[in-house]
């Protein structure tokens, strides 16, 4: 049967038609009909389409010898998308699709698991052999792997950064973002300020709120990024916001967001005019997700009543516990070192309290410290 009418149905949303048109071809035996199927699953596109469907026809397509065939059966038993995962039967299926078929996702999950270690011992030398292979044959995720690999192991950095340039034709985030970072950094290159800013920039245009954070961050501080100008105040201010409500975002990222937004308006947006309310409220959100420098700043405006009622023992608590939590040895992440570092941290915050610890009464101090112990046992898990 020829599959346009098929094809047609799909193009127009017809997902019934076009589902049944499927079905008549792959009953007779075509094998790009079963992967069409098998794709209207994984999309969601027909909820007719059962997972019995989904095994089914990717074994049809197996069978029938389809292009997909061995890729969605090694992805349905590494994945154990229909019941318990079988690494064995996943790395069969990929290694045929990688070496009889030449699929670059069976040579580049193949090479995954061999990196992994997922059957038998990890193998590097043969992930490698994989990865090259997918990524001879334009698979970007390979290209983007190969330069993860070869940066850390190939004395010819060059090599490296065309393997990441070819993954960035190819849309890959992560190799925009990790090239932005070595441009900036200048890791085994010399920086390039206006380099790092143009994979931020693309990274950000193909949605990373990493790079727009980057970006933004780029805009308030442009002094520590060689003078490069990306994007100004209210720009920062306006993608900043965007960060903090935007659902999709992940915490960290707003967390960060937040820092910085309440550092722009502590500063006036065109640095004129300070709301410190503003900054208050969004010091107070950031340290609600985590951000020690935050919390930082949250007691110091509470203490001093700064775009807020003061509360003088409540923020005295606050600062011995970031001063805790700074010199202690948990995730790092936890500390933001990206925004100050933990040292930084302590110092800034021991200098707080004693300016802070004359101002309040044996009484509030005691309790000040017992709030704190309570909280930090709480944190540590300490009864």
């Known amino acids: 049967m020829n599959l346009d009418e098929a094809i047609e149905s799909l ?23 079963c992967d069409f199927i098998v794709q209207m699953y994984i999309m969601a596109l027909e909820p007719s389409i059962t997972s019995d469907d989904y095994l089914q026809y990717s074994i049809k397509g197996y069978e029938y010898r389809s292009k997909d065939g061995c890729f969605n059966l090694g992805s349905i038993y590494r994945n154990g998308m229909l019941g318990d995962p079988d690494l064995n039967k996943a790395y069969e299926f990929f290694l045929e699709g990688a070496t009889e078929y030449q699929d670059p ?10 990196r992994n270690g997922e059957v038998g011992k990890i193998n590097v030398d043969e992930a490698v052999k994989y990865y090259g292979m997918a990524a001879g044959r334009g698979y970007y995720p390979a290209q983007f792997m190969l330069a993860k690999i070869f940066e850390n192991v190939v004395d010819n950095f060059q090599t490296t950064l065309e393997f990441y340039e070819n993954a960035v034709k190819n849309g890959h985030v992560d190799a925009m973002l990790r090239l932005a970072y070595i441009y900036e950094k200048g890791i085994r290159i010399p920086k390039n300020f206006d380099k790092a800013v143009e994979y931020y920039k693309s990274a950000a245009e193909h949605g990373s709120a990493e790079a727009k954070l980057k970006l933004a961050r780029i805009g308030i501080e442009p002094q520590n990024y060689g003078g490069v100008s990306s994007f100004s105040r209210s720009d920062a201010c306006k ?12 915490n960290l990222i707003k967390r960060d967001a937040l820092y910085f937004l309440g550092q722009l308006y502590e500063q006036g947006i065109e640095k ?45 608590a606050i600062l011995h516990i970031v001063r805790f939590i700074s010199s202690s040895n948990v995730d790092p992440s936890v500390k933001s070192q990206e925004l100050i570092s933990p040292d930084q941290l302590v110092e800034l915050t021991e200098r707080r309290l004693v300016d802070y610890e004359d101002q309040l009464t044996e009484a509030q101090r005691s309790e000040a410290f017992k709030i704190a112990d309570e909280r930090l046992g709480r944190i540590f898990n300490v009864s």
Do not use: H, I, T, W
């Open 11 to 33: 193009k127009v949303k017809d997902y019934k038609q076009a589902l049944e048109l499927f079905k008549d071809a792959a009953a007779g035996g075509n094998p790009d009909a």
């Open 105 to 114: 996702r069976c040579q580049y999950f193949l090479a995954e698991m061999l």
């Open 239 to 250: 993608m900043l916001k965007e960060l903090s409500e935007e659902s999709k975002v992940n």
């Open 272 to 316: 004129d005019s300070p709301d410190f309310n503003a900054a208050f409220e969004c010091f107070s959100k950031s340290s609600n997700l985590g951000s020690l420098p935050s919390m930082y700043k949250y007691g110091c405006y509470l203490f001093n009543g700064q775009g807020c009622v003061a509360d003088k023992v409540e923020a005295f």
